[in-house]
């Protein structure tokens, strides 16, 4: 059975140094004025909602970039919901050919 994660769910996410300048960078591009302001906690893991981290790291990410963060992606349990019905309910609603 698939579970999901909704895209407002909170993720932690350890920053690598290219992912901290990459960060940085931005920040002082749009001085200051940036969805995406983090701070890493005592384990060097830094909060992000899902849909923040991708917009803040998508374009730097790929085969030919290093990595912005650890492979790992911790999240919550009680973040992680069986949204089957609701797919079907989508599913049914918009008439998508599955």
């Not at 920053?15 to 960078?25: A, I, P, Q």
């Not at 970039?65 to 790992?72: E, G, H, K, Q």
Request: contains cysteine; hydrophobic residues 30%.
């Amino acid at each position: 059975m698939l579970k999901g994660i909704d895209i407002n769910s909170n993720i932690k996410v350890k920053l690598t140094k290219f992912g901290r300048d990459t960060y940085n960078e931005i920040y002082a591009q749009t001085m200051g004025e940036y969805p995406g302001n983090f701070q890493e906690d005592a384990d060097g893991y830094s909060t992000w909602q899902i849909w923040s981290l991708m917009w803040t790291f998508g374009k730097y990410m790929g085969p030919s970039y290093p990595n912005c963060f650890d492979s790992i992606i911790m999240i919550d349990e009680n973040e992680i919901n069986d949204y089957t019905p609701q797919i079907i309910n989508n599913i049914e609603r918009n008439n998508y050919n599955v």
